[in-house]
Structure formats: C-alpha cells, structure tokens
C-alpha cells in the first residue's frame, strides 16, 4: 500500500530556512510526479511545487518561484522541499501527493493519486 509520509515542519522565524522531506513507500509503479501542496486555516489547499520522476523536469507557484527549491532522491525514495527566505504567509499544512503514471508536472489538486498526512510550517513575524 502506498505511504507518503512529510516530515522536517517546525516554527520558523520570517526570513529563515527550512527543509521538508516527503518518504514514499509501496509505489510499485514508474514514472510517478510528486507535488507539494499547501493549506492555511480557513483556505483552499494550492500547489506549491511538482518534480517529475528523473527530476528534470520541476515546476513551481509563482508566489514561491525563487524561494522554494523541490528536489528528490530516488534511491532514498524521498522528495524534498528546501523552502528560504519564509515569509508569515508561508504558514500552513504542507502535503506532498503522487500523480501516477505521469511525466507531465500538474498544478491540479485532482489529478493526484495518493496524498501524505501533512506537516506544520508556522513562520513567525
């Protein structure tokens, strides 16, 4: 059975840093996309980042373009998320989620497949 699960949230002080990982495990299946996702208290959940399965092909939300960087270890079967230069806004529950069997990146919350249980960033003013 497939597991996604996030770990690496915490409380960060505005303009620091923090990386989050994102362990899969039973995904017997290639090529997958993972995604994180994001969700702040009384919002919608919204894309922040996808990566496809070599890891050459990444895309990002424009309000995190240049200050999020989504990456991944194959061997490890784990995605990361190093986020910078966090801003208040940044506070919410990030998931990360798998669209199966696909090459193309997706901003679409539908399109994926499995989801993990989400993880806390809270960046403080």
């Known amino acids: 059975q497939v597991q996604l699960v996030e770990s690496g949230g915490g409380l960060v002080q505005a303009g620091g840093s923090l990386r989050v990982s994102c362990a899969h495990s039973?995904?017997?299946?290639?090529?997958?996309?993972t995604g994180w996702f994001r969700q702040a208290p009384g919002k919608e959940r919204d894309f922040v980042a996808a990566i496809s399965w070599s890891g050459g092909s990444t895309d990002y939300a424009d309000s995190v373009k240049g200050r999020f960087t989504i990456s991944r270890d194959n061997a490890k079967n784990t995605v990361y998320l190093q986020i910078s230069s966090l801003k208040p806004e940044d506070t919410a529950l990030y998931y990360c989620?798998?669209?199966?069997?696909?090459?193309?990146?997706?901003?679409?919350?539908?399109?994926?497949?499995?989801w993990g249980q989400g993880i806390q960033v809270t960046v403080s003013s």
């Open positions: 039973g995904l017997t299946f290639i090529p997958y996309i």
């Open positions: 989620a798998v669209d199966k069997f696909a090459v193309v990146t997706s901003r679409t919350r539908g399109d994926y497949d499995y």
